[in-house]
């Protein structure tokens, strides 16, 4: 099993910068393709990105292509999603997550763990 642990949100201007990191508990951290979601209050969790075991695929949902980057350090046993150009929408909790396979990158049911999430603000 993975333990998924959030960092790195906090209060950003509209197009500034944030990091976010999950640092992921274990041995067998490669052995998972790690995605990262967001909500909004009101709103479903929705997918943000997506990244193979040993990072050579990615996915990017099209409200942050070209804006976010997701890594991932397996010898650190963390994921990253770098945010740019950040926008008032992007305002949410966002959650990492870790999934064998997965069938489906942008399926939260692909998904078999879960951090606590950490809030991003973006102000206008």
């Known amino acids: 099993q993975v333990q998924l642990v959030e960092s790195g949100g906090g209060l950003v201007q509209a197009g500034g910068s944030l990091r976010l990191s999950c640092a992921a508990s274990?041995?067998?951290?490669?052995?998972?393709?790690m995605g990262w979601f967001r909500q909004a209050p009101g709103k479903e969790r929705e997918f943000v990105a997506y990244?193979?075991?040993?990072?050579?695929?990615?996915v990017y949902a099209d409200s942050v292509k070209g804006r976010f980057t997701i890594s991932r350090d397996n010898a650190k046993n963390t994921v990253y999603l770098q945010m740019n150009s950040l926008k008032p929408e992007d305002t949410a909790v966002y959650y990492c997550?870790?999934?064998?396979?997965?069938?489906?990158?942008?399926?939260?049911?692909?998904?078999?763990?879960w951090g606590q999430g950490t809030q991003v603000t973006v102000s206008s």
């Open positions: 997550a870790a999934g064998k396979g997965p069938y489906s990158s942008r399926s939260l049911d692909s998904y078999e763990y």
């Open positions: 274990g041995r067998t951290f490669s052995s998972y393709a």
């Open positions: 990244i193979s075991r040993s990072g050579g695929s990615t």
